[in-house]
Each structure stands twice: as C-alpha cells, then as structure tokens.
C-alpha cells in the first residue's frame, strides 16, 4: 500500500502543498476570468496529485541503479509525457465545463493559448512527483531496515543465550565428565579420545558463536561432533543415517541453527527410549531451496510432555535471519518427531555468481 | 539381618554402560558390598530385584521404560535406595521419597562410600511409601503426571493418563478403568485427582475421578443426582458439587 493513503494526515498535507503549486499553472494561464482559471487549476493540479500516486509503484520497481540508468530516465521520460499529456487534457474538459458560466467563457480559448507551458509544468510535476517518491521509498526503507534489524538483534541475542545454554549444557558436561571418569578405570586410551573430542566439540561451539553464517558441512561436522561425545555414553543406542547432497552441503545456514535440533533428537528420542530408531538427517538443494529434515523416534509413553522451546529459539533465528522466506515445520507423531528446515539456498560461491 | 562376613546385595541400576561399569570398579573396593546383578532400564531393575533380592539398589533417574522415581514407587520397602544422577534438581524430592543418598555425577569412590555407610545404617528399615509424596516426587513442579505406573501381581503397566476414563476411590486404593480393563493403586483418590491435569479429570463424585473427554452425555437419575453416560455405554455417578465442577471444565 502507498504510505501516504497509510496515513491520512500526511496525505491532507501533501495535496495541500499541491493546491498551492496550482499557482504556477494559474499564472500561466493569465486569465481574464481569474477566479475561474485558478479554480480550473486548484481542481487539475490536485486531481494530478492524486493521480500521479501510483508513481510509488513505478518508482519501487524501478531502483535508481547507475547500471539501469538508461532504462530508468526513459521510462520516467515516457511516463512524464503521457502524465503531462493527461493534465492538459484535464484542463481542456474542465475549461469547456467551467465555460458554461457566462462570466468564465474566455476559459477554453485561454487553455488553447497556453497548451505548451501547460504541458511543460504537467513534466515538471511529474519530474517533483517522481523525486518525492525516491526520497519516500528510501525513507520507508530505512525504516524497514531498521525494524528488521531490531527483530534479528533480539532473535542474536536470545540465540546467544540459548547456544550458551545449549551448548555448554550443564548436564551434557556432567554425563561426559562421568564417562570420562569411568573410561579412565577400564579404557585409557579411550578416556583420552574422549576429552579430546570432547575439547574440539566445546571449541567448535565457541567459536561457531562469533559468525552468523556457516556452511551446512561446517555445522554438521560441529553435530558429528557433539554425536561423537555423547556415542561414547549411550553406545550403541545411539545409531545416526545420513544423506546429504554435496549441493547442499555448501550451502550457508545460521551457526549453532542444526546443533539444538539434534540435541533435541538425542535428548526426547534417544536416551529415553530402550531400543531407540536411528537419528536420521537429510539435506537436499532444489529449486534454490534449502531443505534440511531431521527424524527420530520418540518414548512411546513420555513420562512428561516436552516443551518446545528450543523450537521457539530455531524459529525466532530463521526470522531473524530470512524474515518470511524461510519455514520450520515440525511433524509430531506418537513414536516419530520430524523437524523440517526450509530456507533459501545460498552458498558463498552462489553469491559471488550474482 | 545379614550374617558379618557375608557382603550386602546390590543391584546397580543404569541405562550407560560406563556409568555401569564405573560403579561396578568402585564397588570392587567395598569389601561389604557385591554387585548381584545389572538393569540397563527400570523394568528391568524390577524384575532383577524380585529375582536377587537386593539390599540396596545405585537408581540412576532419567531411563528408558521407566524413570528411577517410578521404580523406587513399586520396589519392596525394605530395599535401600541410593540415586545416582547428572540432574541436581530431583535431590530434594529423592529425599522426600526417602532415598538413603544423592550422588550427583560425576563422584569420587569417598563419595560413594560414604553413601554406602549411610545405607548402612538404614539397612532393615522399612521405607514408608507414603503414595502422595511419590507421585509428587515423580512429576516437574508445575506439570501434571502424563503416565501412572501400576503394579497389577506380576505385571506392571504403564498407563497414558489420555487412557484413562475414570477411576473409582475405595478407602487406601484406586481402581483405575483404562484401555477396557481396571487396575488397583495403592492410593488415595485425592492423591490421584492432585497429580492429573485438572483441565482433564474432574472430581464427579466423592468416590470418582472422570475423564472428561469420556463424557457422551448426562442425564438425570432421580433425587436431584445425575449420571455421566460414556461413550463406551458405561455410566459414572455425579454427585451435586461434582455437576458444577464438571460444568466447568467442560465450558457449560
């Protein structure tokens, strides 16, 4: 919607400041019928302002770009003319109507006298029309800007959090630290690849932190790795299937977005269950889409509902992030949790492309 | 009650095979203490308790099938209790359900033994099961029981609480009527109704609990009384306040 009809105070004002431009085509004019030329021209500049609003629309789709400059001044060019051409006309019809009354019967012959200047200010109307649009959508886009930066500074920030939280998950380290401890008594070497692996996860999450986007191979290997620690205490409970496209691999996501996911998978659908189905994870890039599903059973009988709040943390990033161009769906059976990331695929080397 | 010289009987209790095996090392060094069998779940630790009669059993908390709160409500009061755990937020309920010992992990073996002195002690002493504390014990603070385990003679069954459609109070037990069979808890009524979403069973009766998505229709049933008529055909009596409660929850 045009954000002057958004507004009616601001509209009011902006045919106000027009009637007072009909000044110019009332001097132009220099009537013997005064009052009914600067009647003829408050009525045809305003009918002008009101007209030329759709220019909004033309000027969005038109960025000022130096590289499309060309295009963009003929068809501001084309369009002057047939707004210009349309304001005469407008004086000519409302002229022959205002003719009626005896007093302001010069009105027709005058228009007819001064068709050239006329046509001319319809041009530079259009021209201020046009200018004041471009300042308009440039104005109303920092405005957007602005917002959307705030959303996707609290979603940063509540993401921040929750990757704290998250990754450094107190009982995550507890459970890993008694296995580490266990090790120890019955296989060393193990023990050793356990706090080495468990080091490389912890370093990963931080420094996974400190950038926004990754790609998708760098934040599964960070999953693999966080999976790792956690094989070593649920054995072979813990089962993962993996199919990714390498397409889809290179593809950029969030930092730390898949990582809550599949601690999620891990904590409601593997550790609870005795004899749990495999964590499955797909990736695949198609039609410039990005779609990454995560899959895992769940306690048949859950002896407490599960929250979703981890979920609300995902969804607020990828808002953040994509506004309304990217979706998380999920899909809760009763033995089956299914998790679908749906977002647009970019890779570093796609964007380069452009 | 054991003889001196013959070690006291302990189950270990875990779903990890380190965290098994890390307790089954330190035990080692416990002279009076010997590991008589291993449970990967709670059924399992239930069925290997009959079987072994254990003294004392090392529970983890969060396992498969069923949770180590639920297993210590259906365990023989005379065996001790020791929770092993990464979760500090249970301590304080693990000894309202008198639990001899906490043991957050990781622990050192003084830690352990430590406990193991404390079930010492406590050894021979009946555990009162005071049902209400249990239930309490067993659900987050703020959140309602979404299952009831019930030991029905050799069977133990898990029951959805969606699966339940009403139960009927009997001096210290609960009949419970579910998935077209009942089952006897040792509880009381109200103890039930306080640890069921309230939004979802209504106290209809002095003596009934009902599932409210049960409910076909009501119909008058003389003396100012009604009954709750299901949609299996099954009736359950509702008293005067009982009407009103019932009204309520079901937006009347």
């Known amino acids: ?354 | 009650m054991s003889e001196p010289g013959v070690p006291r009987r302990v189950l270990v209790v875990d779903d990890e095979e380190p965290a098994r095996r890390l307790l089954a090392e330190y035990l080692r060094a416990q002279p009076g203490w010997s590991i008589v069998a291993q449970a990967k779940n709670g059924l399992e630790a239930l069925k290997l308790a009959k079987e072994h009669e254990p003294d004392l059993l090392l529970l983890d908390v969060q396992m498969p099938k069923l949770d180590g709160f639920e297993v210590l409500g259906l365990l023989a009061p005379e065996i001790a209790v020791i929770f092993t755990t990464a979760f500090d937020e249970y301590a304080v309920r693990a000894f309202e359900v008198h639990a001899v010992d906490y043991l957050l992990k990781p622990f050192s073996e003084e830690r352990l033994a430590q406990a193991l002195l404390r079930a010492e002690k406590r050894l021979g002493e009946l555990r009162s099961l005071a049902a209400p504390e249990l239930q309490r014990a067993a659900r987050s603070p703020g959140s309602y029981l979404e299952r009831l385990v019930i030991r029905d003679g050799a069977e133990i069954l898990i029951i959805a609480a969606s699966a339940i459609d009403f139960a009927r109070g009997q001096d210290d037990y609960v009949e419970v009527f579910h998935d077209a069979r009942s089952s006897l808890t040792q509880q009381t009524l109200q103890s039930l109704e306080a640890s069921l979403d309230p939004r979802q069973f209504v106290r209809v009766h002095r003596s009934y609990l009902l599932n409210v998505s049960r409910v076909a229709r009501i119909e008058p049933w003389g003396h100012g009384s009604k009954m709750a008529i299901l949609h299996d055909g099954r009736n359950v009596p509702i008293s005067r306040a009982g009407e009103a409660r019932l009204r309520t929850a079901l937006g009347l």
Not at chain 1, 4 to 17: E, G, I, M, T, V
Not at chain 1, 337 to 354: G, I, K, Q, Y
């Open chain 1, 1 to 354: 919607m045009h954000p002057l009809l958004a507004q009616r105070r601001s509209l009011s004002a902006y045919l106000l400041f027009w009637a007072g431009l009909s000044a110019v085509p009332w001097v132009l004019l220099h009537s013997t019928a005064a009052l009914g030329a600067l009647v003829l021209s408050a009525a045809c500049t305003v009918a002008f302002a009101i007209g030329t609003l759709p220019v909004w629309y033309l000027c969005r789709a038109l960025p000022l770009l130096p590289a499309k400059l060309w295009r963009v001044v003929s068809i501001h060019a084309a369009a002057a003319a047939l707004w210009s051409i349309g304001f005469l006309v407008c004086a000519q019809l409302l002229a022959e109507l205002l003719a009626l009354l005896p007093a302001w019967h010069a009105l027709p012959a005058d228009v007819g006298a001064a068709e050239g200047p006329l046509l001319g200010v319809g041009a530079l109307f259009y021209l201020l029309v046009a200018t004041f649009h471009y300042v308009l959508a440039e104005l109303e886009q920092r405005r957007l800007a602005g917002e959307r930066e705030a959303v996707l500074a609290l979603a940063a920030q509540r993401a921040e959090l929750s990757a704290l939280r998250a990754q450094v998950h107190p009982h995550f380290l507890f459970n890993s630290l008694n296995t580490v401890s266990a090790l120890i008594g019955y296989d060393p070497a193990k023990a050793r690849e356990a706090c080495l692996l468990l080091a490389q996860y912890l370093r990963g999450t931080l420094g996974a932190q400190e950038r926004a986007l990754v790609p998708l191979r760098e934040e599964w290997s960070l999953c693999q790795g966080y999976l790792a620690v956690e094989a070593l205490r649920l054995g072979e409970r813990l089962r993962v299937e993996v199919s990714m496209e390498e397409a889809a691999e290179d593809c950029e996501i969030p930092s730390l977005l898949l990582q809550p996911l599949v601690e999620n998978a891990v904590t409601h659908g593997i550790a609870p269950v005795d004899e749990p189905e495999p964590l499955r994870v797909r990736a695949r890039c198609r039609g410039g889409r990005l779609s990454v599903e995560l899959e895992n059973g769940l306690d048949p009988a859950p002896r407490r509902r599960v929250g979703g709040l981890g979920l609300a943390n995902v969804r607020a990033r990828l808002f953040g992030q994509y506004g309304n161009d990217a979706t998380l769906r999920v899909e809760r059976g009763v033995d089956r949790f299914v998790v679908v990331l749906d977002l647009p695929a970019s890779s570093p080397r796609s964007l380069e492309a452009r």
